[in-house]
């Protein structure tokens, strides 16, 4: 059997058998024919591994139950290995799967390569209006729909509450705050106050928003990151850190940051709605009561957190698009995110979920909602994932003092100005 992808990943057949890997090359083609759908439908899924992918994998199930003759091919691909592994796939018109989770930053980029059907009028984008703004803006380009919003996401500080009142202190609100409770912390229980993420610049956002900056003004074309904002941000996620009020990894970071929120050995991390199911597996949050969410504080400018999240693409090469239409709309549809919710607690993109009586219960809900009706939208450029990596260097490199914040913050502008052309 020839392997399109890398033997990490994890390969699954949902349906009747194991057909052969990879798809959009050979005659997985299905047809309505009969009016009834058929064919494979292979689905390359990012999400996490041991909690997540379980709930899609179920998810995809219960679709074959309902189209019988259409076995659901589901592949889980590392999120740090998927986008480029589909980009290639899909330039080479060979192995790409029929639907891609694309991460909101993914999905602009490709759209422009022509790498997605665009799916307005089809039955793959039912009750559209239904989706919250942001999520619907992150699955547009150039007027047209190239994907259905799965989950939306943001982030907020986690928070060990025994802890917290071992030492006596309030949740912080701002970074002064967070500093004086980090100290507090100390002194009482011994322990470390704050893990602040060192090897993805992704947890640098809050703090960039929090000084009132961004990476870029997309609708200015204009390179933002290294203007006095972006400086005064770099400036106070290295004072965290040389204060003590923080530890940080360079490396290993996710890996890092939950075994030290889980174990009790910091009192409060920043993250976002994926990671709470994780989280409930360590022993200090056996009892789930423990866990307290709270907004990220807010800088001497203002408060705010990044919007991220996933959408359901349909590769434009498949050959069974019927099949894959219908399956991203089953996979997006108000019962499949319900159960999602429930299960996961990550937050839907179709407002009318939060109604729904066990959602609006739920407390994961609702503190990460007002979150993300607030969270800072990103700049929906094909760019826009690519802006990460140049920040990840010169975010690694202020936090473990091997460039200071002013050059730090130089550098990253000059790579975006490369990067992004005719910008200013
Ligand atoms: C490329 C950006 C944010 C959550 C599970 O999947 C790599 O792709 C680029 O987009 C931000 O939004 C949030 O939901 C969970 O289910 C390529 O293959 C690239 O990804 C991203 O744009 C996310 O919204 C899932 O929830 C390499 O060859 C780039 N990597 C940003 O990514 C949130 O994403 C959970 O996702 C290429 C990357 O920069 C990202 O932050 C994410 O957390 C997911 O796990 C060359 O090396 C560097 C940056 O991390 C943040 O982790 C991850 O936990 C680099």
Not at 70 to 92: C, D, I, L, R
Not at 187 to 214: I, V
Not at 270 to 295: H, Y
Request: charged letters at 25%; aromatic letters at 10%.
């Amino acid at each position: 059997m020839r392997r399109g992808i890398a033997a990490t990943a994890l390969v699954a057949a949902l349906g009747v058998t194991l057909a052969a890997c990879g798809s959009g090359d050979d005659s997985n083609g299905g047809s309505k024919s009969s009016g009834e759908l058929s064919g494979t439908v292979t689905w390359w899924d990012t999400s996490t591994v041991g909690s997540e992918d379980k709930v899609f994998k179920k998810l995809a199930e219960d679709f074959t139950k309902k189209h019988p003759k259409v076995t659901v091919k589901y592949v889980n691909v590392p999120f740090g290995e998927a986008q480029n592994k589909f980009k290639n796939a899909a330039q080479s018109g060979s192995g790409a799967p029929d639907v891609i989770r694309s991460e909101v930053a993914w999905t602009p980029e490709f759209a422009d390569l022509g790498y997605l059907a665009p799916l307005d009028g089809t039955p793959a984008l039912k009750d559209a209006d239904d989706f919250l703004k942001q999520a619907a803006a992150s699955v547009k380009y150039k007027d047209k729909t190239y994907a259905v919003p799965q989950v939306i996401d943001s982030l907020g500080v986690f928070y060990n509450k025994k802890i917290f009142k071992d030492a006596g202190v309030a949740v912080p609100k701002s970074v002064d705050e967070l500093k004086t409770a980090s100290a507090k912390i100390k002194e009482k229980t011994g322990k470390t106050g704050f893990y602040l993420r060192g090897d993805d610049p992704y947890w640098f956002l809050p703090f960039l928003y929090g000084e009132g900056g961004d990476m870029v003004d997309a609708d200015q074309k204009k390179v933002t990151v290294d203007d006095e904002s972006g400086v005064k941000a770099f400036r106070t996620v290295k004072d965290l850190v040389d204060s003590k009020a923080a530890i940080t990894d360079a490396t290993n970071g996710w890996d890092n940051m939950q075994a030290a929120f889980k174990d009790g050995k910091v009192a409060m991390m920043i993250n976002g709605p994926w990671a709470v199911a994780d989280t409930f597996t360590g022993k200090e949050f056996a009892d789930k009561a423990n866990l307290g969410i709270a907004p990220v504080p807010a800088g001497s400018a203002g408060q705010g957190a990044p919007q991220g999240g996933h959408n359901l693409a349909v590769y434009a090469g498949s050959k069974n698009l019927d099949a894959s239409y219908a399956f991203v709309e089953y996979m997006t549809s108000v019962e499949s995110q319900a159960k999602v919710t429930k299960e996961l607690s990550l937050l839907p993109t179709r407002s009318s979920v939060y109604i729904k009586p066990d959602i609006a219960t739920n407390e994961m809900i609702a503190f990460f909602k007002p979150v993300v009706d607030k969270a800072v939208e990103r700049p929906w450029i094909p760019e826009g994932g690519s802006l990460f990596e140049p920040l990840k260097v010169e975010y690694t490199k202020v936090l473990t003092g091997q460039t200071t914040p002013e050059a730090g913050a130089k550098a990253v502008g000059d790579r975006y100005r490369k990067l992004l052309k005719d910008w200013k």
